[in-house]
């Protein structure tokens, strides 16, 4: 059972997220999304070669968020947004008229011990939700040095 604060807190953190989206991203934007951006190191490099894209990157870690924020205002890179969001949360907010071109995905966490697989993020569910939110021709670009992650994942991608 979840309490009504709990509810509360957690309908306060949407709102947030789809205020900071609409604020910060264009009505009709098509982004470049890196999941798990981390301190953004790639996607500032990206945003750097590929000026004419919106490229956003999301994290779970504040920390690492303010530091790809500094990395982008040092560069002075106005295509790049980071957020901190969880994926699932940022799709939720996303507006209705902002499409996602290309995903990348770079070494998530690939949770090994079977009991924890549920936390993976490839996962059926979350992969139909991405679906409806990239355009056409969209691509995932998906790494990990995780073999058993890999394979699990290029098995839901096929379906």
């Not at 690492?64 to 969880?86: P, T, V, Y």
């Not at 507006?95 to 996602?100: A, H, K, L, Q, R």
Request: hydrophobic share 40%; net charge positive; proline share 4%.
């Amino acid at each position: 059972m979840v309490s009504a604060a709990h509810q509360a807190r957690l309908a306060t953190r949407r709102e947030g997220h789809r205020h900071a989206l609409a604020t910060a991203l264009p009505p009709d934007a098509r982004c470049v999304l890196e999941i798990g951006c981390g301190h953004g190191h790639f996607l500032a490099a990206y945003a750097e070669r590929h000026r004419d894209r919106l490229c956003v990157g999301i994290d779970l870690i504040g920390e690492r968020i303010g530091r790809a924020l500094k990395k982008r205002d040092r560069a002075g890179l106005s295509n790049l947004q980071f957020f901190k969001m969880e994926a699932r949360e940022f799709l939720d907010a996303l507006p209705s008229g902002v499409e996602i071109t290309d995903v990348y995905l770079l070494f998530p966490d690939p949770w090994p011990k079977k009991r924890h697989h549920k936390h993976r993020l490839l996962q059926a569910g979350f992969l139909s939700a991405l679906a409806t939110r990239m355009s056409r021709g969209s691509r995932l670009f998906f790494r990990t040095d995780h073999q058993p992650y890999f394979d699990a994942a290029a098995a839901g991608l096929a379906v």
